[in-house]
């Protein structure tokens, strides 16, 4: 089963603008991750934000979570060509000891 | 860090065939873990092991799938009796410890049923 979902679906912008990607789950949770994922390739961790956290940054990236909500959001600033893929959400529930749920994710493309 | 090697890259087998891939992790992570991934979709967990032992495993781990990490070191998973529905990539990852822990990926091994 699939926790997270990301929205929107898939995203197109023009490089240089800004792109956001929203994510939703279910359960409370001790930490909230994002990876992305190029084409036919294995997901890279990108930040991870913990429950007590409500922003974070890392570069051009910048990562919020409303546990009120069961929220979060990964904007991209500045975004380039090579920015383009797909980003996941990923939540390790409170409720046990269980592993990563991955998210639908939000295929971004990014034009030059 | 040389990173999670998976092999094979690509794999084309027969409907009724068995199959087995294997994942080295990176060498000082004691946690392993197997995800599915179909079109369009997230990675799916499989199972996880702890060192050698498995820990737990998905309601979609059907019993044509085993899993084995031997000696604590890398993992195969082996999936009898294809069914084209099992077409999908199947990633590895392995992380250090906690779940709290980011996983490193391999860049997975995709499976074709015809």
């Known amino acids: 089963s699939q926790q997270g979902e990301e929205d929107p679906q898939a995203l197109s912008i023009q490089e240089g603008e800004n792109a956001t990607m929203n994510c939703s789950y279910k359960?409370?949770?001790?930490?909230l991750q994002w990876y992305r994922q190029n084409s036919g390739r294995g997901l890279v961790h990108l930040i991870l934000?913990?429950?007590?956290?409500r922003e974070k940054h890392s570069g051009r990236l910048r990562v919020t979570l409303d546990t009120s909500k069961k929220s979060s959001s990964l904007l991209i600033t500045a975004s380039r060509a090579a920015d383009t893929a797909s980003y996941f959400c990923?939540?390790?529930?409170?409720?046990?000891?269980?592993?990563?749920?991955f998210g639908k994710g939000t295929r971004l493309s990014v034009i030059a | 860090d040389t990173g999670v090697s998976q092999n094979p890259r690509h794999k084309i087998t027969k409907r009724g065939q068995n199959v087995t891939f294997r994942c080295d992790p990176i060498?000082?992570?004691?946690?392993l873990y197997w995800y599915r991934q179909t079109l369009g979709q997230g990675p799916e967990f499989l199972t996880y092991?702890?060192?050698?032992?498995?820990?737990?495993k998905s309601r979609l781990l059907s019993d044509r799938f085993s899993a084995e990490r031997p000696k604590g070191s890398f993992s195969t998973l082996e999936i009898q009796r294809t069914e084209q529905g099992d077409s999908a990539m199947y990633l590895c990852?392995?992380?250090?410890?906690?779940?709290?822990?980011?996983?490193?990926f391999g860049n997975g091994t995709r499976l074709t049923v015809t």
């Open positions: 990852a392995s992380s250090p410890g906690d779940f709290d822990s980011p996983l490193h």
């Open positions: 359960t409370s949770i001790n930490n």
């Open positions: 934000i913990r429950s007590n956290e």
């Open positions: 990923a939540t390790d529930e409170k409720s046990g000891n269980t592993p990563l749920v």
């Open positions: 060498s000082e992570h004691n946690r």
């Open positions: 092991f702890q060192n050698e032992a498995q820990l737990e």
